[in-house]
């Protein structure tokens, strides 16, 4: 296994910083032998299968091209869980999970009806579905494929979520239906590509991603449009929001007649994230 470990290192030396490496190596191993850290450091004598390190020189190969480990192995870790992703959902993120610990802390009541817009993978749905006490999740994106694999995720992961095909742009709100509705949708301006990494702008879709420049709050607008008819008095909708935008968007929601708007940072301490309440 030494050896496989330093091909790995070898590979991917100076097209990743060493920690990612390390956290890559870890990955590998998990995904394709189900080794733990501890049985890393027990079994580092022992031989690798032929069929398993023919899959790693092959992971290894595509990392070299910037491909996302996510995507390679069909598996991202999130809130405790692993989620299937492909090019079809974006790769959920560690600051997302701030998202949902905002969430489950402000609404500790039960049986709430929640939606979620701009599913992707159904991480944001799954994970609420699970930790909110008996709550009505419904989810939807504007990509059948990403339904697609949402709906692999609640069933594997045991999560009892309504998954629907829907464009919230044109969507029609049902008068009063939800209490929570949560977002995190397409926030990058499309000038800001120069300052992304090629593992995100070469493989992820764009259409989760970006917005144009001169409408860059364009799915706040409709979101919070739709909320102010679908929420109940008194309803919460949560954003993750591009932190460049951060006070237009908290003017947005104010314009928009929400009460309660407030911005919250991520653990690097910028603003990610904002909530507000529907008027009694």
Not at 155 to 178: C, G, H, M, Q, Y
Request: hydrophobic share 45%; charged share 25%; net charge negative.
């Amino acid at each position: 296994m030494k050896h496989n470990i330093a091909k790995i290192r070898n590979g991917l030396a100076g097209i990743y910083p060493k920690e990612e490496i390390d956290a890559m190596v870890r990955i590998i191993f998990e995904q394709l032998m189900g080794y733990s850290q501890v049985d890393m450091v027990l079994r580092a004598g022992s031989e690798v299968p032929p069929f398993v390190a023919d899959r790693i020189d092959d992971v290894v190969a595509r990392l070299r091209t910037h491909e996302p480990i996510q995507y390679i192995l069909d598996d991202a870790y999130f809130y405790g869980m692993h989620f299937h992703v492909t090019p079809a959902t974006l790769i959920p993120r560690p600051e997302t999970e701030q998202l949902i610990d905002l969430i489950v802390e402000q609404n500790p009541g039960s049986d709430l009806r929640v939606l979620d817009v701009g599913t992707g993978s159904g991480c944001i749905a799954i994970v609420l579905a699970r930790h909110l006490r008996f709550a009505r999740v419904e989810a939807i994106d504007v990509s059948a494929e990403a339904i697609d694999v949402a709906r692999r995720n609640a069933l594997e992961l045991k999560a009892n979520v309504a998954f629907a095909v829907a464009d919230i742009l044109t969507a029609i709100p049902p008068r009063d239906s939800a209490d929570i509705i949560v977002s995190n949708p397409p926030y990058i301006a499309l000038s800001e590509q120069e300052a992304m990494d090629d593992n995100v702008l070469h493989y992820e879709p764009h259409t989760a991603l970006f917005v144009p420049d001169d409408n860059p709050l364009l799915f706040y607008r409709a979101i919070a449009r739709y909320a102010s008819v679908a929420l109940r008095p008194g309803g919460r909708l949560y954003f993750e929001i591009n932190p460049r935008f951060a006070d237009d968007t908290a003017t947005l929601l104010r314009t928009a007649g929400f009460e309660s708007v407030e911005l919250h940072l991520d653990y690097t301490g910028r603003r990610r994230f904002t909530s507000c309440r529907k008027w009694l």
